[in-house]
């Protein structure tokens, strides 16, 4: 297999993992006695762990200068995890598997990020089109354990999550060594994690992609419910939400050539500018043919902003850096932004119905003047 394959095979695997997971976790956790209350808890503590763990790894895979390790290692534990929903019943019991598995799961996504983009380095290959195999695996995921709960009730959905953690932490060791040499004066302890925070233009990143990404939090936590409330059936609903994970995909699997012509900054302002329309029109209607349209902009206030956000990282980050700063942009620029966010969507959603996409199309528009920061970082 080539590299590309490699590291694609390792995007789907853990993507049809995270499938399986994100639609039916919160399922799972009922099943295992908890009440509505006790859910949020749980979710919201695994979040707050996951903010914590992943610079922690991060930190980790560039101490040891073993970043692929690190990767197979936490697919693995991911994995293992997993299990102790089939055995844990009760409050107690669920939370500590839960927060275990979300220590399991920080690292993952920075560290594949990290070694895919030092793979580039070596031999270069379209990275978008290499994340498209996890978007992919992750409609594909979701389709497959709908028919697995529907057959086997939802504790059907654990062992699909734990096979594609497995097959993450197998595929990952198949990967050529790409570990980055150990190179002395990047730090030890807390000035290791600052390190990368004192290149100018990872901090401008970090801001852009917690305004731009960020936004996306009211969407996630109400975008079905407001549709329902407007009328919008299930069918419908679902295939909104395909709709935009297909422009994702469209745009990580052919747009290489835009992306190169464009470059991160015009990538960032895209991504800008394209949700201060997409969410300030899908405040104002819920005629179902504009939303298609506005639902096609997700390939550009995800997938833009990703690119952008990868495109930065590989020019700026020094590779003993390239760990600690994926985790700390996955953590500051993306976790962190859409939990707090997601905290002020319920009474914003209260209050406002779908009028609070008007706020999340404010953050868009503040990431503008960001975009312009991050450009002048990135000349200096």
């Given at each position: ?159 699909l999550m734990m096979a594609g953690f497995l097959a993450t932490a197998g595929v990952a060791m198949l990967l050529p060594r790409a570990d980055a040499p150990r190179v002395s004066g990047t730090g030890q302890g807390l000035a290791g ?56 995909i469209a745009l990580f699997f052919w747009g290489r050539g835009v992306v190169a012509r464009l470059g991160p900054v015009r990538l960032s302002l895209i991504a800008a500018a394209s949700g201060v329309v997409r969410w300030a029109l ?99």
């Amino acid at each position: 297999m080539s590299p590309a394959s490699r590291h694609a095979l390792v995007y789907a695997t853990q993507f049809f993992a995270f499938g399986v997971m994100l639609p039916f976790l919160p399922a799972v956790l009922a099943a295992r006695g908890l009440d509505a209350t006790e859910v949020g808890i749980v979710l919201a503590a695994g979040s707050a762990l996951r903010l914590l763990a992943g610079p922690m790894g991060g930190r980790l895979a560039d101490a040891l200068a073993a970043p692929r390790t690190v990767l197979a290692l936490s697919a693995a534990a991911a994995a293992l995890c997993g299990a102790g929903f089939l055995l844990a019943a009760g409050f107690v019991a669920v939370l500590l598997v839960h927060a275990l598995l979300s220590v399991a799961l920080a690292p993952i996504m920075p560290m594949t990020d990290a070694v895919t983009l030092a793979a580039i380095r070596r031999t270069p290959f379209d990275y978008g089109r290499v994340r498209a195999a996890g978007s992919v695996a992750f409609i594909a995921a979701s389709l497959l354990a709908g028919q697995a709960v529907a057959w086997l009730g939802v504790g059907g959905a654990v062992p699909l999550m734990m096979a594609g953690f497995l097959a993450t932490a197998g595929v990952a060791m198949l990967l050529p060594r790409a570990d980055a040499p150990r190179v002395s004066g990047t730090g030890q302890g807390l000035a290791g994690f600052i390190a990368p925070l004192r290149i100018p233009s990872l901090r401008w990143l970090i801001l852009v992609s917690a305004l731009v990404q960020g936004s996306h939090a009211f969407y996630y936590a109400f975008g079905t419910l407001h549709w329902q409330a407007a009328g919008l059936g299930a069918g419908l609903i679902g295939a909104l939400w395909a709709a935009g994970v297909l422009a994702e995909i469209a745009l990580f699997f052919w747009g290489r050539g835009v992306v190169a012509r464009l470059g991160p900054v015009r990538l960032s302002l895209i991504a800008a500018a394209s949700g201060v329309v997409r969410w300030a029109l899908t405040a104002v209607t819920t005629d179902p043919a504009t939303l298609f349209v506005l639902q096609i902009l997700h390939a550009a206030t995800f997938g833009a902003q990703h690119l952008a956000t990868m495109m930065v990282l590989s020019r700026v980050v020094p590779p003993a850096q390239a760990g600690t700063a994926q985790a700390l942009h996955a953590s500051l620029g993306g976790g962190l932004s859409i939990g707090l966010l997601t905290l002020f969507a319920g009474p914003l959603y209260g209050a406002f119905a779908g009028g609070g996409y008007w706020m999340m199309a404010a953050l868009c528009a503040a990431a503008v003047p960001a975009c312009f920061a991050l450009a002048r970082a990135l000349r200096r």
